[in-house]
């Protein structure tokens, strides 16, 4: 671990591409906020999270393809998430 409290390395794509991987550590401060928590706040803060990372995907696909109706942009959402054709 590096003194930024991040975590890094590198990866290989499939066609042999090199990337590197940062991924952020929470601050210690955060944790101690989040081990407060209750279950139910614990709960709502993922359903919060998952909701915004529906609509996340939701608009980059309705940026991508403009062509497509709102019941596609929400199949395809779903099928993303769920791992299954809808």
């Known amino acids: 671990m590096d003194?930024?409290?991040?975590r890094t390395?590198?990866?290989h794509t499939i066609d042999?591409?090199?990337r590197e991987i940062?991924?952020?550590l929470a601050d210690r401060r955060q944790l101690a906020v989040w081990s407060?928590?209750?279950s139910a706040?614990?709960?709502r803060a993922a359903a919060e999270?998952?909701?915004v990372a529906r609509e996340?995907?939701?608009l980059r696909l309705r940026s991508r393809h403009p062509e497509w109706t709102e019941e596609e942009i929400n199949r395809e959402v779903a099928r993303r998430f769920l791992e299954k054709r809808v």
């Open 49 to 51: 999270i998952a909701m």
């Open 9 to 11: 390395g590198f990866f």
């Open 3 to 6: 003194s930024d409290d991040n």
């Open 36 to 38: 407060r928590w209750s």
């Open 41 to 43: 706040q614990r709960l």
């Open 22 to 24: 940062v991924v952020e």
């Open 56 to 58: 996340t995907l939701a």
């Open 16 to 18: 042999g591409e090199t």
